[in-house]
């Protein structure tokens, strides 16, 4: 089994040189995806709207851009969620439930929710990290490969 690593074009590709960490990786049938933040769209532009709304949005649609980029099909083969916030209250959770409606709406992912007093950047106010399951992808030319059986 080989394992390959990605960085989106943008802000992926920007963090993979500066702090040197994929957006995605992935092994064989499963990608693994980097915490997400919302504070940056997925090209690296910074949001106006700082809100906890705004970044968990932001950051659902740049989790769905890293997975796609890893040859993934997206949201719809999540496994596992964990999500950090520095604000961890009902509303928080609210907008969480939305948006698994929103981009799995058949699909349960097992979840943990983690309330933290910091992220990796002052202005982040939330980031998520996922585990997906893709049987049928990985077959697009791409990412760095690092080893192989």
Request: glycine share 10%.
């Amino acid at each position: 089994m080989s394992m390959k690593q990605y960085a989106y074009p943008g802000f992926g590709e920007a963090h993979q040189k500066s702090h040197r960490f994929s957006s995605a990786v992935r092994t064989g049938d499963f990608i693994h995806c980097a915490g997400q933040g919302g504070f940056h769209d997925s090209k690296g532009n910074e949001r106006p709207d700082l809100t906890d709304a705004a970044q968990i949005n932001q950051a659902f649609k740049n989790i769905d851009t890293a997975l796609r980029y890893a040859d993934g099909a997206g949201w719809s083969q999540v496994y596992r969620v964990n999500s950090f916030h520095i604000s961890l209250d009902d509303e928080a959770i609210e907008i969480m439930d939305r948006k698994f409606k929103e981009w799995m709406p058949d699909n349960y992912p097992t979840w943990t929710v983690l309330q933290v007093c910091r992220l990796g950047d002052p202005r982040m106010r939330v980031e998520i990290e996922v585990s997906a399951f893709d049987p049928v992808g990985g077959r697009r030319e791409g990412g760095v490969v690092i080893g192989s059986t």
